[in-house]
């Protein structure tokens, strides 16, 4: 639902807003809103179908907070996403990463803060959600996320892919990197606005790195990208926010 704060940003669609107030006095010296640059500039209300407009926020986040056990793992933590924005997200092992992400996907709660995302998210774990028993095919034919593919569109993202002589073949027969590049495949075929990926590149090789940076650039065109890495992509309009050592 749509956040009730009168000075947030507007979105067309928002599926959770989570807003904790601190236990504690906060420090204003945690605040990393800065590592972003400086905070985007309110975007005017649109409808709520259709391709969001750019600079139309998919995230935003303020003070947010994580306690991983009773150690503290993000401080204050403050960005913002709009759509035709790439984010990276860099750190050290350890240093709330993958915590980050899945609170942006509704899958962690926060300690503190207030955040709010955009309603149409495709998340991509470590886990990579296969059915070893199930074919390529079949894996990507019975995702609920999103509409049953045509043949021919199936075939096209998976000539994409490099999995189109493997469409027949079981996951479990699959390598490591090849089981990527079918969670990469499903990810083409939901045709979500956000993406939010955790370490999607890790087992690809480098040219299926740098064909994914185009696809991340295509995507940046009508939505919204942000990702986990430790190996950082350079493009002109990505961004990068750097999480510290904890």
Same mark, same amino acid.
């Given at each position: 639902?749509?956040?009730?704060?009168?000075?947030?940003?507007?979105?067309?669609?928002?599926?959770?807003? +989570?807003? /904790?107030?601190?236990?504690?006095?906060?420090?204003?010296? %945690?605040?990393?809103? %800065?590592?972003?640059?400086?905070?985007?500039?309110?975007?005017?209300?649109?409808?709520?179908?259709?391709?969001?407009p750019?600079?139309?926020?998919?995230?935003?986040?303020?003070?947010?907070?994580?306690?991983?056990?009773?150690?503290?793992?993000?401080?204050?933590?403050?960005?913002?996403?709009?759509?035709?924005? @790439?984010?990276?997200?860099?750190?050290?092992?350890?240093?709330?990463?993958?915590?980050?992400?899945?609170?942006?996907? %509704?899958?962690?709660?926060?300690?503190?803060?207030?955040?709010?995302?955009?309603?149409?998210?495709?998340?991509?774990?470590?886990?990579?959600?296969?059915? #070893?028993?199930?074919?390529?095919?079949? #894996?990507?034919?019975?995702? !609920?996320?999103?509409?049953?593919?045509?043949?021919?569109?199936?075939?096209?993202?998976?000539?994409?892919?490099? !999995?189109?002589? /493997?469409?027949?073949?079981?996951?479990?027969?699959?390598?490591?990197?090849?089981?990527q590049?079918?969670?990469?495949?499903?990810?083409?075929?939901?045709?979500?606005?956000? +993406?939010i990926?955790?370490?999607?590149?890790?087992?690809?090789?480098?040219?299926?790195?740098?064909? +994914?940076?185009?696809?991340?650039?295509?995507?940046?065109?009508?939505?919204?990208? @942000?990702?986990?890495? /430790?190996?950082?992509?350079?493009?002109?309009?990505?961004?990068?926010?750097?999480?510290?050592?904890?």
């Amino acid at each position: 639902m749509p956040s009730s704060n009168k000075n947030s940003r507007p979105f067309g669609r928002s599926i959770f807003t +989570w807003n /904790h107030s601190p236990a504690r006095e906060t420090r204003a010296d %945690g605040d990393q809103r %800065g590592a972003l640059g400086s905070p985007l500039e309110t975007p005017s209300p649109v409808a709520s179908r259709g391709k969001p407009p750019a600079n139309f926020l998919l995230i935003d986040v303020t003070q947010l907070s994580c306690l991983r056990g009773d150690r503290e793992i993000l401080r204050n933590l403050s960005f913002s996403l709009a759509s035709a924005e @790439v984010l990276q997200i860099v750190g050290p092992n350890g240093s709330g990463k993958t915590s980050l992400l899945r609170m942006l996907s %509704g899958l962690l709660p926060i300690e503190t803060g207030k955040l709010d995302v955009c309603e149409n998210v495709f998340y991509l774990g470590h886990q990579l959600a296969l059915k #070893n028993d199930f074919t390529v095919a079949e #894996n990507c034919y019975f995702d !609920l996320r999103y509409p049953k593919p045509t043949r021919k569109q199936l075939q096209e993202i998976l000539n994409e892919t490099g !999995l189109s002589s /493997h469409s027949d073949t079981p996951v479990s027969k699959l390598s490591q990197g090849q089981r990527q590049r079918l969670a990469l495949s499903k990810l083409l075929l939901s045709d979500a606005e956000l +993406w939010i990926l955790d370490e999607p590149f890790a087992s690809l090789d480098k040219a299926s790195r740098e064909a +994914w940076q185009e696809r991340i650039i295509l995507q940046s065109k009508k939505g919204g990208v @942000v990702f986990s890495t /430790h190996s950082p992509l350079t493009f002109p309009s990505i961004r990068t926010l750097e999480l510290p050592a904890c």
